[in-house]
Each structure stands twice: as C-alpha cells, then as structure tokens.
C-alpha cells in the first residue's frame, strides 16, 4: 500500500504521534511519502519522518491512501487537491472538533492498522463545483460549501438566484451559503440551515441574516444548477469555498452544481451518524 501523508504546521503539540504514526505504517508494510509543503515544514521540526521522500501533489495519483493529519480543514484541503482523483482520504484529528476524521491523531496506529486489515468502510461524499464570469477560480471545488458574501461593507447585497435555470426568488441580505449534505454541519448549521446526513443526496440555500423573514433554507435536488447574479452599492463581494476566498466585482453570476467527482472519505465500519451527532455536538450533555 502506497499512503500520501498531508498536513499543516499546526501540529506542534503532537510531533511524537506524528512519527508514531508514521513507524505504524512502516511497520505495516506501507510505502509512505509526505506531502512536499508539509514535509517542508516537517524537516524544519526535526522529526524522524522527514528522511521519508517528499512527493507534490500531481502525483497524488501515485498513492492507494491518502492520510490527513489535523483538523477538517486539513482534510477539507486534502480532498480539493485531489478532488479528480477519487483516492480514499482517511482522517486523523489533531484540531478541535474534528467532524469530518475518522480518529484521533492519537488513535492513529490502530486505525492504521484496521485499514491495512480491510476493517474500514468508505463513504462518498457529494462535492460542488463553481464558476464565476467575472474569476478564475484556481480550485473550483468545495466539500463543505460554497457561500456568497458581502465585503468590506456594511451594505446589503441582492442575489437574483436561478434555480435550475428557472427564476426562484432574489435573496437580500449578507450573503448565501449553498452547501453539501456533508458542510450542513458547518457554515450552513450556523446560518441555521438544516443538518442533513451526509450521504443524502441534495444541496441546501441558505440565507445569511437576510432581510425578510420568509426567506428560509432551501433544500435541493443534488442535479440542480444553482445561478446566482449579485447587486450591491458595494463594489465586490467575497466568494468563499470551504473558507477559501476571493472578491468578486459586482454584477458577477455565480453558478453551483455537483460536482462530477466525490470525496471518498475513509470511516470505522462502526461509525454512524447519530453517534457522531452525539459526541460532536455534545448532543444530550
């Protein structure tokens, strides 16, 4: 087994579980190689792992598993990357909530170990695809979900929003999140948006502090092409997937649809969604 290790440079507090997890693959049999951006920031830490090849991105193709070491952000990064690919992500929590990894940092080597075994289940993500008129959008990808909102203002922005070409309503407010089953526990749930079960297929809309109380979150059918052109006295507005951002000029059009690939994220075949539910949001403390 060929493993990818990707990373951050937050990961400080836990430099022994880092190499533990590495000698746990090695042990095992696996050909490992470091992301080549977090092996650099791994050589300068001292660890033992950095003697292991590094290896870009573009031959992430190249590898049976990937492994990401961190929170949800490292592996909302991980799968954007390597979105075309399809390769099964395994998550391993070093961050705070943690809600897409499948273990903790700590519990890497035995999780390891399970995978190797064949003691694993894989679920597939739904992702979105963007474009824009007015950018280019250099990772056109979102796991989690794709938000349209205000900048550096404090006036509203309207968003005349096309539904499967057909005119749905125009949204005045701060901003719209359009987010995957998977993201319905993050931008979306803030914005009080519903929580969906992540292997449902569907898109959420909604809403961010908008400025008329019937407009509510929407749920979609996962074909849907959402279209969405923006007004403002402003002269931009921020275009945000999976937190990360560009500004957009005015008058941009915006169109979401699902993407034709999936994220295939690695789970315990004991893990499920209500326990999630409960030991993530702290549901029933």
């Not at 909604?206 to 849907?224: E, K, Q, Y």
């Not at 997937?241 to 500004?247: H, I, N, T």
């Amino acid at each position: 087994m060929k493993v990818l290790i990707f990373g951050n440079s937050y990961l400080q507090d836990v430099l022994p579980q880092v190499d533990e997890l590495v000698s746990a693959l090695l042990g095992g049999g696996a050909t490992v190689a470091i992301e080549e951006t977090f092996h650099a920031w791994v050589a300068t830490m001292g660890l033992r792992c950095s003697s292991l090849p590094a290896m870009p991105v573009s031959r992430a193709a190249e590898a049976d598993l990937l492994v990401s070491l961190g929170g949800d952000g490292t592996l909302l990064h991980t799968a954007h990357a390597t979105a075309a690919l399809e390769k099964p992500i395994l998550g391993l929590n070093a961050g705070h909530l943690g809600y897409l990894t499948a273990a903790t940092l700590a519990r890497g080597p035995q999780m390891v170990a399970a995978v190797a075994a064949g003691h694993y289940r894989i679920e597939q993500r739904m992702m979105l695809q963007v474009e824009c008129d007015a950018a280019q959008i250099s990772s056109p990808f979102a796991l989690n979900e794709v938000a349209i909102l205000r900048h550096d203002t404090s006036s509203v922005i309207e968003m005349e929003t096309l539904l499967r070409g057909e005119p749905l309503t125009t949204y005045v407010g701060d901003g719209l999140v359009v987010s995957t089953p998977t993201g319905s526990t993050a931008y979306n749930m803030s914005a009080g948006g519903p929580i969906l079960e992540p292997t449902t297929s569907c898109m959420v809309l909604s809403p961010v502090s908008p400025h008329a109380l019937t407009m509510r979150p929407l749920v979609v059918r996962d074909d849907s092409r959402v279209t969405i052109t923006t007004r403002s006295r402003a002269s931009h507005f921020m275009l945000s997937l999976d937190g990360s951002s560009l500004v957009c000029p005015a008058g941009a059009t915006v169109t979401v649809f699902a993407a034709p690939y999936r994220a295939h994220i690695v789970l315990p075949p004991d893990a499920n969604f209500a326990a999630t539910l409960r030991q993530k949001l702290l549901w029933g403390k």
